[in-house]
């Protein structure tokens, strides 16, 4: 399989659905440093970036919402002095998409991680 941060996301469809946990729980492997978490009975990745101030977490949430805006996929960002908390999911399937997997993997490339 080509590496996750070289794909891009797919549109979703009427038929789409989010995926099972196993096979989440399979391809967490691939983004080091994410959990699946469950909030609200929907699964979602979430990973927390550190930062040795307040302007270099800002300048990475920046580039995450260029890259949301891309894709036309956006997170949960929660910005804070010296960290930022990303959290992926799809609201459409209602827990965790391929999208979500890619747009993981991006999002340590712009973390250098």
């Not at 996301?9 to 440093?33: D, F, K």
């Not at 959990?35 to 699964?43: F, H, K, S, Y």
Request: charged share 20%.
């Amino acid at each position: 399989m080509k590496g996750l941060n070289y794909m891009l996301c797919i549109p979703h469809t009427s038929v789409s659905r989010s995926m099972l946990e196993a096979q989440c729980r399979r391809l967490i492997n691939n983004i080091p440093g994410w959990e699946l978490i469950r909030v609200e009975n929907m699964m979602r990745l979430r990973c927390t970036f550190t930062f040795p101030d307040f302007r270099e977490a800002l300048a990475f949430t920046n580039s995450v919402g260029e890259l949301a805006e891309a894709e036309q996929h956006h997170p949960e960002l929660i910005t804070e002095w010296g960290k930022v908390t990303v959290t992926w999911w799809t609201h459409s399937v209602k827990g965790v998409h391929m999208n979500d997997f890619i747009m993981a993997a991006r999002t340590g490339v712009v973390a250098n991680i």
